[in-house]
């Protein structure tokens, strides 16, 4: 009945509306990614399961660690996840782009992609300058000494125990 009722009002929306359906169930038959916020089901269709191991990252402001358990949710998923995001940007823009690019590739419009789109640029003083002002915002502080550590913990007893050295994330938070 929709169908029927927008091709009275309007063809060409209908065509238009038409193709979005076919696109959409094309990429998603193609190569099994989901291309639309449509029935995004598969984000939640594995169990996903912790191993021994975590990798825990420490921040230390004026070289004391911060309490985590003080901040908001938000804050501490600001402080932390950015950490780990730029950590990892290095391996992740290479393999991002080849993964996007082998996929639309499958799509038959892969060509047209440019690595640049892919890359992200931002440098270890860019960052620094931005993560303080971040830091600074959410706990309140005024950051003379900034500085940051990765820890592999494991669960034992219902604690987590340190099972490796802290590593300094160099390049991230450099003062």
Avoid: C
């Avoid at 992740?92 to 640049?116: C, D, H, P, S, Y």
């Amino acid at each position: 009945m929709f169908l029927k009722d927008l091709w009275l009002y309007n063809k060409k929306v209908t065509l238009a509306f038409l193709l979005f359906i076919l696109l959409w169930f094309f990429f998603n038959v193609k190569q099994g990614a989901v291309a639309t916020p449509i029935l995004q089901y598969a984000m939640f269709s594995e169990n996903y399961h912790l191993g021994d191991t975590q990798n825990i990252v420490r921040l230390f402001i004026n070289n004391q660690p911060v309490n985590f358990s003080e901040l908001s949710v938000s804050g501490r998923d600001q402080l932390q996840v950015s950490l780990e995001n730029y950590a990892r940007q290095q391996q992740t823009n290479e393999l991002f782009f080849t993964t996007m690019q082998r996929i639309l590739n499958k799509a038959g419009v892969g060509q047209w992609m440019k690595k640049e789109y892919y890359t992200n640029t931002v440098t270890d003083q860019q960052f620094t300058e931005w993560y303080t002002q971040l830091a600074e915002r959410i706990t309140g502080e005024k950051i003379i000494h900034l500085s940051a550590f990765q820890q592999k913990f494991i669960l034992q007893n219902g604690r987590l125990t340190p099972v490796a050295s802290p590593v300094k994330l160099n390049g991230i938070v450099a003062f």
